[in-house]
């Protein structure tokens, strides 16, 4: 999932770069570079833990993960917006919502059954 943000970060970019400038890149950079790395965060934190004994700490990871993303977030669009004065806003903002929505497809399509096999119904 991170390694297709960060490929559509990367594509997005160099797409930006060519058509419009060099700012609109950067800050494309920067949106995506923030979902990336916020979802790489939660990713860590979340999925630290594995097996039924660890339910409690699976759950508390996944609570770590989902405050510390947001945390992340607020903190890097904040930074960006008052200390980078070239970034344009927009093309961050829409960007990160890009990359973001590329990390849900990504995670919809991964198989997630223990040996990568459908699981078939009961009959």
Known sequence: MIIAQISATTFIAVVSLVLINASTAFSVLLGGGVSSGSNAFFAAQAFKHRG????????????????????????MFALSFSLLPNVVEGAMILAFLIVHVVGVAAAVRIDYTPNGHKSTPSP
Do not use: H, P, S, Y
């Not at 339910?55 to 993303?69: D, M, N, P, S, Y």
């Open 52 to 75: 039924a004994r660890n339910a409690q700490k699976i759950v508390k990871g996944f609570l770590a993960g989902e405050i510390g993303k947001f945390c992340i977030t607020v903190v």
